[in-house]
């Protein structure tokens, strides 16, 4: 397991876990956290699992959107 999310930078995984994925912690005017939410959403080969309390980051939840668009156009 990682810990430190740009180590993750080129791998992948079957499975991830994105542990307190809410606003506070990866906020959505950081550019470095958007871009560690977006390496680790990414490195998921079968299954995301996303834990958070309150809000979610709207930097997740715009990345998740945009992914579930793409997978919709390659069916």
Known sequence: M??????WKGLEFDAVI???ANENIYSSSNPLDMKLLYVAVT??????DIV???????????HLKNIQKQLIRKK
């Open 2 to 7: 990682y810990n430190f999310k740009s180590a």
């Open 52 to 62: 958070y309390t309150g809000e979610v980051s709207k930097t997740l939840e715009n």
């Open 43 to 48: 490195r998921a080969l079968h299954e995301l």
């Open 18 to 20: 994105i542990n307190n």
